[in-house]
T-cell receptor
């Protein structure tokens, strides 16, 4: 079974600073990878996904992520954080027959200080 | 389109009581999922369905049952609630066209407390 590790439980950044959230996965072949965001009291919203091709993928809200096979990583980045980015972020990898299940990391809570 | 909706939004149960959570989607998706979210543990898959009339166990199925009698609905049942089932429950759905490449669409969640 696949697994996803998000090493940072909490991260605090200043508004306007850059952000990088770490994600490591375990999978033998090319994985299907996702980043979701959850605002307080809300469901999850897809930020971006990777399944092949260019290793740098762009998402919504100015986020991007880079797939690095050699490091088994799929880190999420944003050059300048806004206060509205405060939320919990989940990395996930597709699993199961035809990859139709998701395995989630434990999540990283982002706090933005003004 | 309403997307994925969940009923109810909040519920408090006493130990041993039963209840059913309803998930509905209007996107004609084949796949539907039930997750629970607990602090520091991310989302864990309880049960899922690959189509009308089918169900399968996920990572943490014990104490839960599900049914998918209609394509648009996926019900999660707790027969005898326990305090360990206090959690936030999310439903999700997705199409089957892209296999694992498709995103899952999530409902707003149901916060369940078992006393």
């Amino acid at each position: 079974a696949q697994s996803v590790t998000q090493p940072d439980i909490h991260i605090t950044v200043s508004e306007g600073a850059s952000l990088e959230l770490r994600c490591n996965y375990s999978y033998g072949a090319t994985p299907y990878l996702f980043w979701y965001v959850q605002s307080p009291g809300q469901g999850l919203q897809l930020l971006l996904k990777y399944f092949s091709g260019d290793t740098l993928v762009q998402g919504i809200k100015g986020f991007e992520a880079e797939f690095k096979r050699s490091q088994s990583s799929f880190n999420l980045r944003k050059p300048s954080v806004h206060w509205s980015d405060a939320a919990e972020y989940f990395c996930a990898v597709a699993d199961g027959e035809y990859g139709n299940k998701l395995v989630f990391g434990a999540g990283t809570i982002l706090r933005v200080k003004s | 389109n309403a997307g994925v909706t969940q009923t109810p939004k909040f519920r408090v149960l006493k130990t041993g009581q039963s209840m059913t959570l309803l998930c509905a989607q209007d996107m004609n998706h084949e796949y539907m999922y039930w997750y629970r979210q607990d602090p520091g543990m991310g989302l864990r898959l309880i049960h899922y369905s690959v189509g009308e009339g089918t169900t399968a166990k996920g990572e943490v199925p014990d104490g839960y049952n599900v049914s998918r009698l209609k394509k648009q609905n996926f019900l999660l049942g707790l027969e005898s609630a326990a305090p360990s089932q206090t959690s936030v429950y999310f439903c999700a759905s997705k199409t089957d066209r892209g296999r694992g490449r498709d995103e899952q669409f999530f409902g707003p969640g149901t916060r369940l407390t078992v006393l």
